[in-house]
């Protein structure tokens, strides 16, 4: 880079600059399942077609866990590979956050989990619950971590076993889903700012536009809840999509902002991968050009937290991003949430 990180910007987390301590991805990864689940596969199982799919969503495929494969067995492959890339052991790791809306069981968290699986017997470890919304939610709260000097390597994992909460008769959301897992080590990097800002946002008020109603305190399991489907996602579409887009739209143009950054200054942006009519119209809003996004969706689908997460793997492992790169990413959520990040790579 020709010029340093103060340099480049003016006053990024200004409120932060006493503690002289920045907060970088220092290494990523990913894994998704080995079985894939093509469109013609769902044009055999509901009443649905290739072209009905693609022109819809831009999904072409999606990877299946196996039943004996769960959501903490894709995060602790994925953390593995972000390990092994930021040349971290698991001793070193002092504290796990796992973003997931399909843990193995509702307690303990799916973080301890994968603690035990990957050997990390220092770490702390907890889950957040903030759906496709939940890596940026996790980068934040690392950050936090980090830059107070409370520890200073922290494992962020995204990951998801979305089958498992499918329902696989109804075609307007079963198209949609994938399962996978992606992971971030967080660490001081000296002389560069790495995470600038993170935005989040939240609206309970329409927490029904995109839920599973059984499950929890309110209906649980039950025989009549089984077999009234309840244990599966529910999804207003039309009205999600429009949320969506207005949503990453305002996290991404406020995050820049902070930054005092032009859209065109972002080397490569990662929309949330759920819908190729979402990240396009997003895109269209900010300006941005096509050659600044980074699409993965066609191959995974939706796979809620793990989706930007996975995304950021595969293009930093293709060499899409380089050092020094200034990266977006957006995301949105059921909840609902939202959120953006800018990072310097």
């Known amino acids: 880079m020709s010029s340093s990180p103060a340099q480049r910007f003016k006053n990024p987390r200004a409120r932060y600059n006493f503690l002289g301590r920045t907060c970088s991805i220092t290494g990523v990864g990913s894994y998704v399942p080995a079985k894939v689940l093509t469109n013609a596969d769902l044009e055999k199982m509901v009443d649905t077609s290739d072209e009905w799919i693609t022109s819809r969503t831009g999904i072409k495929e999606r990877r299946i866990a196996a039943e004996n494969e769960f959501?903490?067995?894709?995060?602790?492959?994925?953390?593995l590979r972000a390990m092994k890339m930021a040349g971290v052991s698991a001793e070193q790791i002092d504290l796990i956050i796992v973003a997931t809306i399909t843990p193995d069981m509702p307690f303990p968290s799916t973080a301890c989990?994968?603690?035990?699986?990957?050997?990390?017997?220092?770490?702390?470890?907890?889950?957040?619950?903030?759906?496709?919304?939940g890596f940026i939610y996790g980068l934040e709260i690392a950050q936090q971590f980090i830059m107070s000097r409370t520890y200073d390597t922290?494992?962020?994992?995204?990951?998801?076993?979305?089958?498992?909460?499918?329902?696989?008769?109804?075609?307007?959301?079963?198209?949609?889903?994938?399962?996978?897992?992606?992971?971030?080590?967080?660490?001081?990097?000296?002389?560069?700012?790495?995470?600038?800002?993170?935005?989040?946002?939240?609206?309970?008020?329409?927490?029904?536009?995109?839920?599973?109603?059984?499950?929890?305190?309110?209906?649980?399991?039950s025989a009549k809840s089984v077999d009234s489907r309840m244990h599966y996602l529910q999804m207003n579409g039309k009205e999600t999509f429009k949320y969506a887009?207005?949503?990453?739209?305002?996290?991404?143009?406020?995050?820049?902002?902070r930054c005092e950054l032009d859209i065109s200054q972002i080397q490569c942006i990662i929309p949330h991968q759920a819908n190729r009519r979402i990240i396009d119209a997003v895109a269209d809003r900010l300006g941005a050009s096509p050659d600044q996004l980074f699409v993965n969706l066609e191959k995974y689908g939706n796979t809620s937290a793990a989706s930007v997460a996975?995304?950021?793997?595969?293009?930093?492992r293709s060499g899409r991003i380089q050092r020094g790169d200034l990266i977006l990413l957006m995301v949105f959520g059921a909840g609902l949430t939202w959120g953006a990040a800018v990072i310097e790579w």
């Open 71 to 79: 959501t903490s067995d894709l995060g602790a492959n994925a953390a």
């Open 154 to 221: 922290v494992l962020v994992i995204g990951a998801e076993k979305l089958s498992s909460i499918t329902n696989w008769k109804d075609r307007n959301t079963c198209v949609l889903f994938g399962d996978g897992a992606g992971a971030a080590i967080l660490q001081n990097r000296p002389e560069s700012h790495g995470l600038l800002t993170a935005v989040m946002g939240a609206n309970g008020d329409e927490a029904d536009l995109l839920f599973m109603p059984g499950g929890g305190s309110r209906c649980p399991a």
């Open 310 to 316: 996975i995304a950021l793997d595969e293009a930093v």
């Open 245 to 257: 887009v207005q949503a990453m739209q305002t996290a991404a143009q406020e995050s820049l902002r």
């Open 113 to 133: 989990l994968i603690q035990r699986k990957i050997r990390a017997k220092r770490a702390a470890a907890f889950d957040l619950e903030a759906a496709c919304s």
